[in-house]
């Protein structure tokens, strides 16, 4: 009777070990929609174009801060001037705002927090396929867009170049 008692006890122990320490199935927790996984990004539907200057210098998106922030509209790594758009009706504001920046009509405030308003130094514009538009944040990104937000007292030829150049991304 005292052996089956130990071997009861030690069964019971070395079970309770084993449940307690089974490995967790995961595998029904759902994914949040922020952190899907890349291949639900595959099918992207198109893509448009950006640029930012400020005072003459273009702005760097190659910062992994400013990576795929969205499944719905997103810049890439390989190309971080390229919009990537998944969804119908994204406007401009929909995807700056998933920058971490912020852009109004009237400032901007980079992602290492320098603001440019109009009127402190220079005037914010914004271009749409290579016309001026003060409403470009409101409007629809569109297949092949391309968008120039320019910070700045640059003349038109400059403003010239820098659409020119966002022309051959």
Not at 100 to 121: A, E, N, V
Not at 159 to 164: D, G, H, Y
Request: aromatic share 12%; charged share 20%.
């Amino acid at each position: 009777m005292k052996y089956f008692l130990a071997i009861l006890i030690i069964f019971t122990i070395v079970a309770s070990f084993l449940f307690l320490n089974k490995p967790q199935d995961t595998s029904t927790t759902p994914i949040p929609k922020s952190v899907a996984p890349p291949s639900s990004r595959a099918n992207v539907d198109f893509s448009a174009k950006f640029l930012i200057y400020t005072n003459g210098l273009k702005r760097d998106f190659s910062a992994p801060m400013y990576h795929e922030q969205s499944i719905d509209v997103f810049i890439e790594s390989l190309k971080p001037n390229y919009v990537k758009v998944k969804k119908a009706s994204v406007s401009w504001q929909d995807f700056f705002n998933t920058l971490p920046f912020k852009l109004t009509k009237k400032c901007l405030t980079t992602g290492t927090r320098q603001t440019y308003c109009d009127g402190s130094g220079g005037k914010l514009r914004f271009y749409l396929n290579g016309r001026q538009d003060p409403n470009l944040l409101d409007k629809t990104i569109f297949e092949n867009d391309e968008a120039l937000v320019t910070f700045g007292n640059e003349s038109n030829a400059e403003i010239e170049k820098q659409l020119a150049e966002l022309s051959t991304l």
